[in-house]
């Protein structure tokens, strides 16, 4: 079975810094992209940022390009979000999510939300 174990969250002042990380365990990790996806109260939910685990291609949303930084470490299974310079606006649930980087004849960077396997969410909460 897929499990996708997230942790970091917690809590800090705008400014700050936070590195969630999501080890994986029960699929062929080279084969998947893995995501981090969030959801605010209220809010819809938001792709954040992903990499495809067999070359490293990463994907980030607008607002929080040059603030955050995924990456990934094969041997272990892990991927990590390194957050800085947070702002209250990315307070949210982040969520860890995984799939076949390859879906039918095409190959994509980040995972499918609606066919791809969840962890837990790990709450950030950013005080102005």
């Known amino acids: 079975d897929v499990q996708l174990q997230a942790s970091g969250g917690g809590s800090v002042q705008a400014g700050g810094s936070l590195r969630l990380s999501c080890t994986a365990s029960g699929f062929p990790f080279n084969d998947y992209a893995i995501g981090w996806f969030r959801q605010a109260p209220g809010k819809e939910r938001e792709k954040v940022s992903c990499i495809t685990a067999s070359d490293g291609v990463t994907y980030y949303t607008d607002s929080v390009k040059g603030r955050f930084t995924i990456s990934k470490d094969n041997a272990k299974g892990t991927v990590n979000l390194q957050m800085d310079s947070l702002k209250p606006e990315d307070t949210a649930a982040y969520y860890c999510?995984?799939?076949?980087?390859?879906?039918?004849?095409?190959?994509?960077?980040?995972?499918?939300?609606?066919?791809?396997?969840w962890g837990q969410g790990t709450l950030v909460t950013v005080s102005s």
């Open positions: 999510v995984a799939s076949p980087s390859r879906r039918g004849s095409h190959f994509y960077t980040c995972p499918s939300p609606d066919l791809g396997s």
